[in-house]
């Protein structure tokens, strides 16, 4: 049971968000609880590639994303999860792509954007001549959500951060001088709060899910077994160009755009980011594909699958044998990237309203947090 204790900070939600906000009160000496509806993550938090893709990111989004990523390899020592340096290749199989990446290169410097020789392009696991350039990301990480997580949430729960698992919270309330949160075991009791539920804002604060527009982006994703095919950076193509902010930006993604809506309009129709990343035991995470509603239906229609597997069996240059499928959600908004809302005093609202919370939630939860405790 919950006891009548007052925290200096009480968190709704395990994901990585909330650990993020927990770690970051931790480091500032505050004394912390967590409270969360399941016994472990299995949200957006650990369905994801585990690719944390700083360099992509422009504007708020790279600010956090570069802090976040010194918090990741820090914490990665701390907690016993490995943060692996291994960069991110993104790349080009046409000539517009090639010039967008050039043009990437030219804004960001070498220090962030190094683009590949020859031998090292036909060293890479794709299909041979397919692959008309190609630039590396020296500085964009990679880790495991299936064991980062949990470690990093382990890890809390040693240095002092109580974890409240299995237990709904019905309501929030704030006074000047404390915030309530009320759940099915009892009452925690804050001089703070953080709410930070991903996708689920509108199961407590519908109006200020509808006033922000936050709908789910619900994603397929595959694991593939890769036979002896080894990735050691997390892979990006022309569709991610489309998808993250940084690339997107560049003058020549406008016709990338236009050459894939004549050449292959269906992956524009599905917003597919055709990347991947290999798990620790081999295992290679295929995705994926964007579909946006605040209710989605219960069903996956086989068709997103069946286009994955078709490009990144031209990607790879041979058949793809699926090992599991998953259906991915995030938080989405088309007003902002990073929802941070004060509905009542004391209590923040935070949501990573762009699919790149691993990327971003600890460089976020800092300033959070600094504004919370001040």
Known sequence: MITTAQYDLVIVGAGIVGLAHAAAALERGASVAVVDRDDHAIGASVRNFGHICATAQ???????????????????????FTARECGTVVLARGDDERALLEEFRDERGGDQVTLLDDDAIAALPVAAGTVTGAALLPLDLRV??????????????????????GTHVGRIESTADEVVVRTS???????????????????LFPDLAEEWSVHRCRLQMLEIDAGDLRLESALLTGTSMLR???????????????????????????????????RPDGALVLGDTHHYARTHPPFDDEYDAELLLREG??????????????????AT?????????????????????????????FGLANTVVDDLLR
């Open 58 to 80: 422009t504007g708020q989004a790279l600010t956090f994303a570069l802090a976040a990523r010194e918090r990741w390899l820090t914490l990665g020592r701390r907690a016993g």
């Open 313 to 330: 069996a031209r990607l790879f240059g041979r058949p793809l044998r699926v090992l599991r499928r998953w259906r991915g959600i995030y």
């Open 333 to 361: 908004s088309p007003r902002t990237e990073f929802l941070v809302a004060e509905p009542a005093p004391g209590l923040r609202v935070v949501s990573v309203t762009s699919g790149i919370g691993m990327t971003t939630a």
């Open 244 to 278: 993250y902010g940084g690339l997107s930006a560049m003058p020549s993604a406008a016709r990338v755009r236009e050459r894939i809506a004549r050449e292959s309009p269906e992956l524009l129709d599905v917003v597919m980011n055709l990347m991947s990343t290999q």
């Open 144 to 165: 495991d959500p299936r064991e980062a997580v949990p470690a990093l949430a382990a890890w809390l729960a040693d240095n002092g951060v109580r974890f409240h698992r």
């Open 185 to 203: 075991r009892g009452d925690l009791r804050g001089r703070r709060a953080v709410h930070a539920v991903g996708h689920d804002v509108d199961r």
